[in-house]
């Protein structure tokens, strides 16, 4: 059994940046793509940031040449750098692991950027 938990969220002034963590229970060596996805009040959930298993990061344009996702399989845990932080970044934070053709769920982490 899968088992993901973030971590890191929390009350950030706009331009201030937080670092989120996605601890996975196993080993995240033979995982596939992983990714974090945001959702706001009233909004579905939307990806932010994905991840290959080798390494190749993906965008969405909102976040580009903020944000950035890293994963060390040594530690088994997934990295998302915010910097520049903007009110409108305000969301629960999901990460998401797919593992042999099924798709893993954190439980989320709340980020608050106040103006």
Partial sequence: QVQL???????????GSLRLSC????SIFSYNTMGWYR????????????????GMPN??????GRFTISRDNAKNVMYLQMNSLKPEDTAVYY???FVAGRSYWGQGT???VSS
């Fill in 39 to 54: 959702q706001a009040p009233g909004k579905q959930r939307e990806l932010v940031a994905a991840i290959t298993s080798g």
């Fill in 110 to 112: 709340q980020v608050t």
């Fill in 23 to 26: 601890a996975a229970s196993g």
């Fill in 95 to 97: 990460c998401r692991a």
């Fill in 59 to 64: 965008y969405a344009d909102t976040v580009k």
């Fill in 5 to 15: 938990v973030e971590s890191g969220g929390g009350l950030v002034q706009a331009g």
